[in-house]
């Protein structure tokens, strides 16, 4: 099959599952086409069957707002024509999948019916698509896809019941690549950083509000109380600076160490105890898994799609959001060493249900269904 992707090129867990599933796709012989404004931060380009095609977008002094969205249909468009697609996948349903919709009706003017599919990825249904001035468009090219997945049952409720929706919307989970995602043996770096025996603690995330970053620093700083920890905080965002403060607040900045953006987050996973994820929303929980798949216990929120891949009391623990005290003392019952071993394989063991091998065939197999499909439509 040619497949074209559409999705933000950035490090947000939209735009990593859809470069990691284009290039799970290449790898299995089919070929695929990028379509974005930047080169995605995950894709490499060491397989003949990926494609890169920049989105280029001009400024004019007639517009405030450079228009993305015509500008990206157009490229669809050039693209499905000039590559032969078959197929156009958009992660993220703003602006990506009405400027699909929109590529598609230029294409029938010329008897050229290409079909998309839509993938849900959370934000785009649960805060940017509960915004009045888009929900309309949000609803109609929703229904206008000729699929649509979402990322976890959770999403697909809220989707149903956030929006008119009246297509079919098919669940196929985010994954994880075990190649990649896999304990390491990093015992030097560990050894740097915990000098004295110290149970790492880590947080990945983009710095958001939704993260409750702040509930990860109180969680560390009630187990700090009772066992020698530090903190890896892995990320940027709008919230670094005030978590900074909240740290030097606390006096735990000694023992609390901001990464940033870093591309090669299974190395600091590899050197983990225990992952906290105490966010507000998760529609699945990708940084979770990832840590997962590294034999990282999880200790998070029971929101969203977090029960979905993080079981209570097997992998790590599930707590109310926002309740702190609970998480430190589940933080504690995971790092015990009489505990700690099973909670690790556990982990890794619930990760490989997840496995990129499991979940790519449900793709494939999505793909073409859509495909005959819309081979059926007589024009």
């Known amino acids: 099959m040619k497949i074209g992707i559409v999705c933000y090129p950035t490090f947000g867990g939209s735009g990593v599952v859809a470069t990691e599933l284009g290039k799970a796709l290449a790898e299995n012989g089919h070929q695929v086409h990028f379509i974005t404004y930047n080169q995605p931060a995950r894709l490499d380009f060491y397989n003949q069957n990926i494609f890169y095609h920049e989105v280029s977008i001009s400024t004019y002094p007639l517009f405030e707002y450079t228009p993305y969205e015509l500008v990206l249909a157009s490229k669809m468009v050039d693209v499905v024509k000039r590559e032969g697609l078959d197929l156009l996948h958009v992660h993220y349903a703003i602006p990506h999948a009405s400027a699909a919709y929109m590529a598609r009706q230029i294409l029938l003017k010329e008897n050229i019916y290409i079909p998309f599919i839509t993938t849900l990825h959370g934000t785009d249904i649960t805060l940017v698509g509960k915004d009045a001035s888009f929900e309309p468009v949000v609803t109609f090219s929703i229904n206008e896809s000729d699929g649509v997945t979402a990322v976890s049952e959770d999403l697909k409720n809220d989707t149903y019941k956030l929006f008119p929706i009246t297509n079919q919307i098919r669940v ?80 735990i900045n000694e023992d609390v160490r901001f990464l940033g953006k870093l591309d090669a987050v299974e190395e600091v996973l590899s050197l983990a105890d225990l992952f906290l994820l105490p966010s507000e929303k998760e529609s699945f929980g990708l940084a979770a898994l990832e840590a997962m798949a590294c034999e990282v216990p999880v200790i998070s929120s029971n929101t969203g799609g977090l029960p979905e891949i993080n079981v209570n009391g097997v992998t790590g623990f599930l707590s109310n959001v926002g309740d702190i005290d609970d998480m430190a003392k589940n933080a504690l019952i995971v790092l015990d060493p009489a505990n700690h071993d099973r909670f690790k394989q556990e982990a890794l063991k619930r990760a490989k249900v997840f496995e990129l091998k499991n979940i790519l065939p449900l793709y494939v197999n999505y793909y073409q269904e859509v495909i005959e499909k819309a081979k059926a439509l007589v024009f």
Not at 204 to 233: A, C, G, M
């Open 172 to 251: 196929i989970p985010n994954f994880v690549d075990l190649t990649r995602f896999s304990r390491q043996k990093k015992d030097h770096f560990k050894t740097a950083i915990c000098p004295n025996g110290e149970k790492l603690l880590v947080h990945i995330s983009n710095f958001r509000k939704v993260k409750r970053i702040e509930d990860v620093v109180y969680v560390f700083e009630k187990v700090r109380q009772h066992i020698k920890v530090k903190l890896l905080l892995v990320g940027d965002g709008p919230e670094r600076q005030k978590i900074e403060g909240l740290c030097r607040d606390l006096k």
